[in-house]
Every structure is written in structure tokens, then in C-alpha cells.
């Protein structure tokens, strides 16, 4: 059986992480929609996470049994990464904050998924890559755009789509879309612009 997940991330870096994800976390369990303990209920590296509580379905809008799946909790990133939706992640649009175009001009999805890049796409896709691992380990960051060639920081960029660099993210594994009023007061307490990822393993 596969897994999805969504992750509720905010769009930039915050100040306070690790208490903004407790302050959402009481948030989530004062009203019953996940648990107080945490127990082996996710995918994350210690599988530890807050599985969904007696009101759970108060926060998807429909009935849906998730509780009787073994991976189905809420897992809280609290540390700089770069949130994607793993091998369904594609990388179609990165603005240049200089010229405005597109990095990936003529990178179709059905490129994408058939691997059919020309040499040029492929070393300008592939370059980003270690970009993203160099901001991830807190190092300075510098691409080139293929089309002015001027030099930015990676978090200069406008990336769109299915990935964020982020510092706090919600994680919740098999649970169904949240309704609009959930995500929305997630956002006033983190008072962060929210970006949802849709993933799947």
C-alpha cells in the first residue's frame, strides 16, 4: 500500500520554529483533532507523531476512518529543509528575481516524467539541486539564470509548485485534504503565508 501525505509549511523561514509548531500543536489538540502523547504513527525518521483524536473528522469536513490506518499521524518540522512531495516533486517553474523568465522555459511535464531533456535543460535542472543541499546545511547559495545570466541566492528565486524552503512544516500522513478555516487559522497563529504540498511514497 502507498502512502500520501500533506504538509502545511510555512512559504519562508520563521524566527521561532519549534514555538510556533507547539503553539499550532496545542491549537490542533485542544480541539481534539490529534492526540496529546505521541506514539509510531508516521513515516518521519523516529516514526513518532500525534495521531488523529475522537474529532479528527471535525478538521477534513467528511468521514473518513483514518484512524484505523497504522501510518496516520501529524509530524512537525520544526528546522530548516527543503519541503517537497518526494519523486512526484517537479521543478517547472523557478523566476528569476532579474530578467522575471522562467528557468525552466520548455521543461514540460511530459519532458519530466520521460526524462527527455536536452543536455542544456538537464545541466540547468540538475544544477539546482545542490543549491538546495547547500541551503539546507546553512551554506551561501549562488545560481546563475540561464537567460540574463545574472547571479542570485537560491531563496531569491520564485519557485513554484510542489516545494518550499521552510523551517516549520505540518506533516499529516494519509489524512485527506483540511478544511480552508484549519489552514487558515494555522496561518494566524504561525502569522506565516502557508504553502500546502500534496505528496505521495
Not at 17 to 35: A, C, H, S, T, W
Not at 134 to 161: A, D, P
Request: contains cysteine; negative net charge.
Amino acid at each position: 500500500m502507498s502512502d500520501n501525505y500533506i504538509t502545511i509549511c510555512s512559504e519562508k523561514e520563521v524566527d521561532n520554529p519549534i514555538e510556533l509548531g507547539e503553539k499550532v500543536l496545542k491549537f490542533l489538540q485542544d480541539l481534539k483533532y490529534v492526540e496529546h502523547q505521541q506514539s509510531k504513527c508516521t513515516l518521519g525518521p523516529d516514526l513518532l507523531g500525534y495521531a488523529p483524536a475522537d474529532r479528527h473528522i471535525d478538521a477534513i469536513g467528511f468521514d473518513e476512518n483514518i484512524s484505523r490506518l497504522n501510518t496516520n499521524g501529524l509530524e512537525i518540522k520544526a528546522e530548516r529543509q527543503v519541503f517537497d512531495a518526494m519523486s512526484f516533486t517537479m521543478l517547472n517553474e523557478m523566476i528569476c528575481p532579474n530578467c522575471k523568465r522562467n528557468r525552466f522555459e520548455g521543461i514540460t511535464p511530459e519532458k519530466f516524467y520521460n526524462e527527455q531533456f536536452t543536455p542544456e535543460e538537464m545541466k540547468s535542472y540538475s544544477s539546482v539541486f545542490a543549491q538546495f543541499e547547500k541551503w539546507n546545511n546553512r551554506e551561501e547559495t549562488n545560481l546563475t539564470c540561464n537567460h540574463c545570466q545574472t547571479i542570485s541566492t537560491l531563496e531569491e528565486f520564485e519557485i513554484k509548485g510542489n516545494i518550499c524552503l521552510s523551517n516549520l512544516g505540518f506533516t499529516f500522513w494519509n489524512w485527506p485534504n483540511l478544511k480552508q478555516e484549519v489552514i487558515d487559522e494555522i496561518s494566524k497563529l504561525t502569522s506565516s503565508n502557508l504553502k500546502v504540498i500534496q505528496g505521495h511514497l
